[in-house]
């Protein structure tokens, strides 16, 4: 599935989109997202957005310095971490990032490439791109978990919403 964003609120309103599918699939076993994509291509501001679409109202940092950084919400705890700065994948150990996955539990991973076999297997793949004037995000399943939040966002998805496009 790949989606055309004019530019970053349509980034945000994807991400706001993922919200509702993410949540669903969370509610009996942890979901892994990884993110794709060159420096400034928009993967912090697509978790601002899902962020926000699970009801977030604070701010939302870059964990570019810190590595990890968890969103205790009231129907989904989201963890989102950057590995741009990992230097080796063993530093995954001290974070106990595998303790923190079960039910309820989302982990968002920017630069996942860099932590090899550290990670778990996302369920989705979302790849962001520069396009044009805007940026391209194409969505990818890896689990039956990852295809059911794509057919339930291409189910939600309306043609006429502000700034993006859709060509499942």
Known sequence: MQYALADAAATEALGAAMAAPLRRASESRAVVLHLE?????????????????????????????????PYELPSLEVIHLDLYRLADPGELDYLGLLDMLGPGCAAVVEWAERGGDRLPGP??????????????????????????????????????????????
């Open 37 to 69: 994509g060159p420096l400034g291509a928009g993967k912090t501001t697509l978790v601002r957005g899902l962020l926000r679409g699970l009801g977030h109202r604070g701010r939302v940092r870059s964990p570019t310095f810190t590595l990890l950084e």
């Open 123 to 168: 369920d989705l793949r979302l790849a962001l791109d520069y396009h044009g004037e805007g940026r391209r995000a194409v969505l990818a399943a890896e689990t039956g978990t990852g295809r059911a939040i794509l057919d339930a966002l291409s189910e939600s998805a309306r043609p006429d919403a502000p700034k993006s496009s859709i060509d499942a």
